[in-house]
């Protein structure tokens, strides 16, 4: 039987769900953006043009709900790997947006660089725990412009070949992104099939559906790509004062989202994932190591659940700034109950220092957590085969089961998780290896990693038309 976290009961998701449109009837939303006050006007909502305060009905909710498919697939480029959503699977997503990074090469912490991004794309290439990218790390060594916006997409499908999600900051840039997924991966047809791309949107909290961002993913209409919708209320600062409000508050700012995507075009995949957080209520900062964090996620893939729609939520956050104990004990108690609630997709690996440090090294540690708690999710399995109460009455009193085939084979099956990571080992092996501890196994995984992976190329005539395309933006930026 599989193990599975909960913390809101049947009556408590009916209560978020009815408080939830009460909100939104009455107090509604502020939507920034003028196209999208019109799709939503059309489909039914009660749009004030001076105050951009937009009203949603039961029913366009409802209505809303239902046409946003419940089962859909986010696709790859490398065969076999496509992510089916509401399907019984969770996978792994890095946390992303760091702006330091510790150099597991020196071990000395300086701003994030394109060589820090580019390892750690590489290495969750690498690893199969991962099914979708982030970004990690920004490049502070990269100016910001359209031709290395451009670079960097390319860059992303040159050396990632699993599901990426991303996004645009305006509609000009989400122009170049579909001329570039179409070189990629095929025509307008091909790409709303196999969904190889995906945006993240975060409104802004409370109640706000940001412009910029938003009018950049509208401008990708008709190709249903794929969005995750991720508000980012902070309890007590952005958002309200205690977990079950904050649930309310983040599935309010979700589903407005949901309207409007909905609205625009219909049967759009749509991602519920909103990254309910808590505030240090001595410093107002961001508590990632809180352990509030990881119970604010089960809620929300709960509620995700409940309206049948494919989760990502969180796992993993710490506070403190170096890998160690404090960041041991916090990203484990979050990585299970984060895992245990089983999303689709869980977010939380290598970043220290609420998320603003890069470490490969606590990377690979993260992984290790991931595994362990994929495997307290697992459970004990009790299929017919599983019982072996003939086996133990073959062997009998004062026997072993060393030699029974069904040892060996449960050995296979994953009946034991064998460990990747850590002494495992009698002393005296360990002693004779150099007494190395998991810091210094990590970065020799890393290295491994990093002199032997390679990523899946792209055709020759694809790799010609994205440099056209390169060409062709540093031409327009002059």
């Not at 001595?282 to 494919?310: F, H, K, V």
């Not at 689709?344 to 609420?354: A, E, F, M, S």
């Not at 089961?401 to 495992?424: A, C, D, M, Q, Y």
């Amino acid at each position: 039987m599989e193990t599975y976290m909960r913390v809101l009961s049947g009556l408590d998701r009916e209560l978020v769900h009815e408080k939830t449109i009460k909100i939104l009837e009455e107090t509604g939303v502020r939507v920034e953006t003028e196209l999208g006050r019109k799709y939503l006007r059309e489909a039914g909502a009660l749009v004030d043009e001076n105050t951009k305060i937009v009203r949603i009905p039961r029913i366009l909710l409802e209505e809303s709900i239902q046409a946003a498919p419940n089962k859909f697939s986010l696709g790859a480029r490398r065969p076999g790997w496509d992510l089916g959503m509401n399907e019984g699977n969770c996978s792994l997503l890095i946390d992303g947006s760091g702006i330091e990074v510790i150099d597991h090469r020196t071990r000395e912490k300086r701003p994030s660089t394109y060589s820090d991004w580019l390892d750690a794309t590489r290495v969750i290439d690498a690893l199969d725990d991962f099914g979708s990218y982030w970004g990690m790390v920004d490049q502070s060594d990269v100016e910001d412009s359209l031709p290395n916006t451009i670079l960097h997409w390319i860059q992303i499908f040159k050396n990632f070949s699993k599901h990426v999600q991303d996004g645009t900051s305006t509609p000009a840039e989400s122009a170049w992104l579909l001329e570039i997924l179409q070189t990629i991966f095929g025509d307008k047809e091909t790409i709303k099939k196999n969904n190889p791309y995906s945006f993240l949107v975060c409104p802004q909290s409370p109640l706000i559906i940001e412009g910029e961002y938003t009018d950049a993913y509208l401008a990708t209409i008709g190709y249903q790509i794929p969005i995750a919708v991720m508000p980012m209320p902070l309890m007590g600062g952005t958002g309200p004062g205690n977990m079950i409000s904050m649930a309310i508050l983040g599935n309010c700012e979700v589903l407005a989202m949901l309207c409007l995507v909905q609205a625009a075009d219909p049967g759009t995949p749509f991602i519920y994932a909103p990254a309910l957080a808590v505030m240090n209520p001595r410093t107002g900062m961001y508590s990632s190591g809180a352990i509030e964090n990881a119970l604010l996620s089960a809620a929300a893939t709960e509620m995700s659940r409940y309206y049948g729609l494919p989760a990502l939520s969180g796992g993993g956050g710490t506070d403190t700034y170096v890998p160690g104990i404090q960041a041991g004990y916090e990203r484990a108690m979050s990585s299970v109950i984060g895992t245990l609630s089983w999303p689709d997709l869980l977010v939380g690996p290598g970043l220290l220092g609420g998320s603003m440090i890069l470490s490969l090294e606590q990377l690979m540690i993260d992984v290790e957590m991931f595994r362990m708690s994929r495997q307290a999710h697992r459970g004990i399995p009790t299929h017919d085969e599983a019982w072996l109460d003939e086996i133990i009455q073959k062997v009998g009193p004062g026997g072993n089961f060393l030699g029974e085939k069904s040892t060996v084979k449960n050995i296979r099956s994953g009946e034991w998780l064998i460990p990747r990571l850590g002494v495992h080992d009698t002393e005296g092996s360990w002693i004779r290896s150099g007494r190395k501890d998991i810091l210094d196994e990590a970065r020799e995984k890393i290295d491994q990693i990093l002199k032997t992976h390679k990523p899946l190329p792209l055709d020759d005539d694809v790799r010609d038309e994205l440099d056209k395309i390169y060409k062709k933006a540093q031409e327009q930026a002059g």
